[in-house]
């Protein structure tokens, strides 16, 4: 069985393999990325909670997808991912935010003041983790959510990815 440093570990040499370019169909692990997104992008921003000036954190952010929208009408921004090619093609994608600070980290390494957040975001975040490590990861965005805070995580992977050879299944035996 393999431990949660292992997991992450493994995590990190898939992802580095999979996204040198940090390109949208590397992200979504998907050859149809292109048409895939917008869909994607409008279901997932009509079941969001009310973002407007509010501080939110970002987990898994990628590349930027939800970061741009969440930008636009949000308070504060503190997008994480640990991939800095992901982290890179963020900064580049959304130079113009001023309200954007992005974090190069696993987000199990990471630390925040207690009642920060106003929401927490995350889209394919937990399907990476192992349950102990969900576990642990909670408590803490617990303590990092103000009162009245919410959550709002998204795991949508049904099947494997189209146009992607490498199985995360494979990764997580």
Known sequence: MSTSKNVRKDMNEFWKAHSTEA???????????????????????????????????ELGAGIGRFTSELCKKSKQVVAVDFMENFITTNRINNKNATNLQLICADVMNLEFT??????IFSNWLFMYLKDNDIKMLTSRLLKWLKPGGQFF???????QSGGTQASVEMIMN
Request: net charge negative; hydrophobic share 40%; with cysteine.
């Open 23 to 57: 390109t949208l169909n590397e992200m979504m692990l998907d050859s149809n990325a292109q048409q895939l997104s917008p869909i994607d992008l409008q279901e997932v921003l009509e079941l969001i909670p009310n973002i407007q000036d509010k501080s939110i954190l």
């Open 153 to 159: 995580f998204r795991e949508s992977c049904y099947g």
């Open 114 to 119: 207690e009642s920060r957040f106003d929401i």
